[in-house]
């Protein structure tokens, strides 16, 4: 990649920004189209040094409904934590909170196996299912205001995962399962049925063809988190979010 070149200025700049704990503007900045953000997602993480070779072993995946392109990032490992969690550790710069279901691959997926997947039949390689909590945060000082692409490229404004308790993966209702999200003082967030997709394993065979796309296999064990049930709820410092799913369970952090 050629340092003129507009993806590898992108991944620097947002490389500068992780590093030095900053936001910066976009507007500089241009990208042609999702691939040339995916580009700046393997560049920055190339800079970063997050990954070791071969696919992440945690992403986020998502979409706001069925007919809409869904897209996905790999998720810095630093990043991810067990609940309880705590990030006083970590500096975030405007937070949103989502409210998610993750799941775990229970074997290796390989590129043909990822390949004749649909969405019928992408669930056999899941082995389990979590309560999760992504903070989400931005480089770009325009934060959701950014152009979506170089949202994209900033790993789809992640900040950080909290994972709950794993628990065996088993079909749902999920047109009927309750999810609260409770943010410090505020009203908790009550929502039934709300995940975008209508069920969070239909999205599984495009991201595996997605994170598989080089011609790496998934390992087993790698986590992917499947999109918000409230939405993005604003959260500060201090806060401490709780989030719970009837049926599946609970994670909880302190920002």
Known sequence: MAENDPT???????????????TTSAQPWALADAAAAYAA????AQAMGWFPPG???HWKSGGPNRQAVLT?????????????ASYADMLFHTIGIEAEIALRLGQAVSPAQAAALTPETAGMFVDAMAVSIEIVDSRW???GAAPALLRLADLQSHGALVLGEWLPYVARDWA???CVARIGQHEPVVRTGTHPLADPVWLLHTWLQHATRQGATVAAGTVVTTGSWVG???????????VEFDGVGSAAVQL
């Open 72 to 84: 996905h990032a790999p998720l810095p490992p630093a990043g991810v934590r067990c609940s309880p």
């Open 41 to 44: 997602q393997d560049a920055l």
């Open 176 to 178: 009927a399962q309750r």
């Open 141 to 143: 000082a325009e934060g």
């Open 55 to 57: 696919p992440a072993r």
């Open 232 to 242: 993005m709820l604003p959260a500060q410092r201090g806060d401490k979010v709780e």
């Open 8 to 22: 590898h200025a992108v991944a620097q700049a947002l490389a500068a920004a992780w590093q030095g704990g900053q």
